[in-house]
């Protein structure tokens, strides 16, 4: 189960993405895009950086479910 948008988790997520030994190449791929939008001190892109990342983890829970548990607890 995911937590809501407004978890710290889910900034802690987008400003270390790098840190996140994830798995699957699919999350990984999303850790480059969320370190790639560099949205450290822009609130507009964290805010879109966050929904970016929930998105993809509601629509590949299942594929991913190992990464959801590894950053996500």
């Not at 270390?16 to 895009?33: C, I």
Request: hydrophobic fraction near 45%; charge should be positive; include cysteine.
């Amino acid at each position: 189960m995911l937590p809501p948008k407004t978890d710290p988790k889910w900034d802690k997520l987008i400003t270390n993405s790098a840190s996140f030994p994830v798995t699957g190449l699919v999350t990984k791929m999303l850790m480059t895009r969320l370190m790639l939008m560099d949205c450290k001190k822009n609130v507009a892109r964290k805010t879109e950086a966050i929904d970016a990342a929930y998105d993809f983890f509601v629509k590949n829970e299942t594929a991913v479910k190992d990464d959801i548990k590894l950053i996500f607890g």
